[in-house]
């Protein structure tokens, strides 16, 4: 029988949860509780879904100029024109 | 398996030369199209140097893949690509130390954005990281005899740019910005996430990937700078917990309390754009809203 488990505790260790870094034991008990707690269950899909868009990069813009920037100041370095 | 996310190789296309056509890039990224194209001329550079582990394929460092026919094969099925020769970063460092100063240059490549990511994670101000990222790359350069190897390079070099950007970020404190949960989050506390009556309906229509972009910027923006480090080494940059602790010097511990926070935080801040229009035609997000 899987030991009942709070919300508090659930958000405690959902970000593990989603990093599949919790024991068996924990995990088997949030998933029960997600079955059951519509919130819970929101707040894990939610949450997910923002780890997967900022993973995802694609939305990070990175300046056009960066490595012609990088590269100048080391060509100053050592001297080149 | 950790949950790792699909496009997990970010690559940028590289000329014979060396150089990255300005043609291939698309708002400063490159064509993701052209990513499968059959161009034999280009090569790929793949930033990733760990892939997911369900990938047989084992590549420490950077490498490259070419793009002939038989490099576009070896694409489309990454558990048995097979990267051609990559100068290894060892020999790179040892090159580079013995006077070859443009190894360097073939060296920094891969981290570029990297660093910029880990300045901004920060700083958050775009103009401020570029130049740390300048600032950080020189410093590497210059330090580089007292690289010890014991580490990754690339773990090394994100710690000189979070240090040179922690240094700026305290020396300037006109970019120090005010956490707009900080009131409400005492870091040994709990977060509690924000119920969805505080979620605001958000026209479909009205939302466009550019304003998705602007969503995270203030979303970020809005984080503890403590918090996006964290959130941008680990969720960004896919740096392992270990790896993210020794960058921050912080323990193990204290970087999933940081993830956690951030996490949460974020989530409350793009909850509205996720739950509705921001995802609009992307099946791989779920509606997070139980009715």
């Not at chain 2, 026919?69 to 990267?83: E, I, K, L, V």
């Not at chain 2, 443009?102 to 401020?128: I, K, Q, S, T």
């Not at chain 2, 740096?239 to 309390?257: C, N």
Request: glycine share 4%.
């Amino acid at each position: 029988m899987v030991i009942e488990i709070s919300c508090v505790e659930v958000w405690r260790e959902i970000s593990n949860y989603i990093d599949e870094a919790t024991d068996p034991e924990l995990r088997d008990r949030m998933e029960a509780h997600f079955k059951v707690c519509r919130h819970c269950s929101a707040i894990l899909d939610g949450t997910r879904n923002v780890v997967r868009l900022i993973a995802d990069g694609a939305e990070f813009e990175v300046p056009t100029s960066l490595s012609k920037h990088i590269y100048a100041k080391l060509d100053g370095q050592l001297g080149k024109s | 398996m950790r949950f790792r996310p699909s496009p997990k190789v970010q690559a940028y296309y590289f000329d014979a030369q060396g150089q990255r056509p300005e043609s291939e890039l698309v708002d400063g990224k490159p064509d993701k199209s052209l990513m499968w194209n059959q161009r034999a001329d280009l090569r790929l550079i793949l930033l990733e140097d760990r892939l997911e582990s369900s990938h047989s394929m084992v590549s420490v460092g950077p490498c490259y893949l070419d793009l002939t026919p038989s490099g576009r094969q070896n694409r489309q099925d990454m558990s048995t690509a097979t990267p051609q020769p990559a100068p290894m970063e060892d020999q790179l460092i040892d090159r580079c130390l013995g006077g070859d100063h443009e190894a360097f240059y073939e060296l920094m490549r891969p981290y570029e954005r990297a660093v910029y990511f880990a300045a901004v994670g920060v700083l958050h101000n775009p103009a401020d990281a570029e130049e740390v990222a300048q600032e950080a790359v020189l410093k590497a350069f210059n330090n580089l005899s007292k690289f010890r190897r014991e580490a990754k390079f690339s773990t090394w070099l994100i710690q000189i740019t979070i240090n040179e950007a922690r240094m700026r970020f305290r020396k300037d404190r006109a970019h120090l910005y005010e956490s707009i949960d900080e009131q409400k989050t005492d870091e040994e506390g709990d977060y509690r996430p924000k119920d969805f009556a505080d979620w605001r309906d958000i026209p479909s229509e009205e939302l466009q990937r550019r304003e998705l972009r602007e969503a995270l910027k203030r979303a970020l923006a809005s984080l503890d700078p403590k918090y996006r480090e964290v959130l941008v080494l680990r969720d960004v940059e896919h740096m392992s917990i270990i790896e993210t602790a020794q960058v921050l010097g912080i323990s193990e511990g204290l970087v999933k309390t940081r993830l956690l926070r951030a996490r949460l935080q974020m989530r409350d801040a793009l909850a509205p754009g996720i739950d509705g229009s921001w995802t609009t035609g992307r099946a791989e997000f779920k509606k997070v809203r139980p009715w």
